[in-house]
């Protein structure tokens, strides 16, 4: 009996952290549960962590389904840690009036000294020609990006071979990529997804909390509510409820 294609699609909107690494997972297993064509992936990030970064490409490279990376809407673009989620994607794709690049790596404690420096790019350059060799994708530009922070357009993207195409919506992406062999995991699959179903998974409300969290802004401000928690009971000892919520705030900024 033969049953109905199906794609199961997500969206990382946002830092790189260990709640999307986090949820890309649990879509990959997801669908390859589901037997889905493929995963699509519709990205928008100006980058994250290194850490989660290479725990999200593992996974994508290890995928037993077909990911496929979208860098939409309109506007969106894949910034440092979105090169690498991009380039390693079976398929990865662009929006108009997109971009991706500037992939050098930054520290989150300030500036890091010469030879840290040169350690982290030669590492990260390291990890995005590895990606862009197993994808056959453009190795030389993958490592500007890294060491010299260059980014492009989604039509430069696809004149020099970082992206497979340019597709206005996701209708008509799933329409181009039908019938595409790609090599997952476990040997080569021929992806029908012209007609197939869009099964859309949301992030669960701890994975929403934590992606939330992650936000500099929103530990900056968590930081601040913590200290004036503590502080407030200082001055005032007896009311326990300030030092108890400056203390969960505490522990949710030193998390993010």
């Known amino acids: 009996m033969l049953t109905a294609q199906k794609v199961v699609s997500i969206k990382i909107d946002g830092s790189i952290n260990p709640a999307s690494s986090s949820f890309l997972k649990k879509a990959i297993d997801k669908a390859a549960d589901a037997k889905a064509e493929c995963l699509l992936v519709h990205l928008n990030t100006p980058g994250g962590l290194h850490k989660s970064t290479r725990v999200m490409v593992s996974d994508i490279l290890q995928s037993p389904v077909p990911v496929v990376v979208y860098v939409s809407p309109g506007g969106a673009h894949a910034g440092s840690a979105g090169v690498f989620i991009t380039m390693a994607a079976h398929v990865a794709a662009m929006a108009p009036s997109t971009n991706i690049g500037a992939a050098h790596p930054v520290s989150s404690g300030g500036s890091m000294d010469s030879v840290m420096n040169d350690k982290a790019t030669n590492d990260a350059v390291a990890f995005i020609r590895t990606i862009a060799e197993k994808r056959q ?56 997804t012209a007609n197939a179903t869009v099964e859309r998974v949301e992030m669960g409300f701890a994975e929403k909390l934590l992606d939330m969290i992650s936000d500099p802004n929103v530990a900056y401000i968590l930081m601040m509510l913590g200290f004036y928690g503590l502080l407030f009971e200082l001055y005032s000892p007896g009311a326990i409820v300030p030092c108890v919520i400056g203390g969960i705030c505490l522990i949710l900024a030193f998390f993010a």
Not at 152 to 168: H, L, N, P, Q
Not at 169 to 187: C, K, M, P, Q
């Open 137 to 192: 994708r453009n190795l030389d530009w993958a490592e500007e990006a890294v060491r010299k922070s260059v980014s492009i357009t989604e039509t430069e993207a696809v004149r020099i071979k970082v992206v497979d195409m340019i597709a206005a919506n996701e209708r008509e992406l799933l329409t181009a990529i039908s019938g595409r062999v790609v090599e997952v995991n476990d040997g080569n699959k021929t992806m029908q």
